[in-house]
Nanobody, 118 residues
Framework: VQLQASGGGLVQPGGSLRLSCAAS????????MGWYRQAPGKQRELVAT???????NYADSVKGRFTISRDNAKNTVYLQMNSLKPEDTAVYYC?????????????WGQGTQVTVSS
């Protein structure tokens, strides 16, 4: 099983980016999916999560600006990021609880860099 993230890049303050993360492999089902981020010199922190039923949870710092969604048919989770701020600069990692046959494991994507700067 692999998680492949994409969509990062350089954007000006106030701009938008959309991150995608696709799961592939011998997947039976996917439970919670989410995005985390890690800025230089800081610990990795939760950005947003979404359950298989579509319930969402956001860090206070991104509420009202970021939207997490998923396409269960494509095994993909998205993060729409609007009104980006310099403090959003970080490596963004996707995360998912994936069941393979009778066992559920936690998986991380490889990370995608988001830089917010003028």
């Amino acid at each position: 099983v692999q998680l492949q993230a994409s969509g990062g890049g350089l954007v000006q303050p106030g701009g938008s980016l959309r991150l995608s993360c696709a799961a592939s492999g011998s997947i039976s089902s996917i439970n919670d999916m989410g995005w985390y981020r890690q800025a230089p010199g800081k610990q990795r922190e939760l950005v947003a999560t979404i359950t298989s039923g579509g319930s969402t949870n956001y860090a206070d710092s991104v509420k009202g600006r970021f939207t997490i969604s998923r396409d269960n048919a494509k095994n993909t989770v998205y993060l729409q990021m609007n009104s980006l701020k310099p403090e959003d600069t970080a490596v963004y990692y996707c995360n998912a609880y994936i069941r393979v046959l009778f066992k559920t494991n936690n998986y991380w994507g490889q990370g995608t860099q988001v830089t917010v700067s003028s």
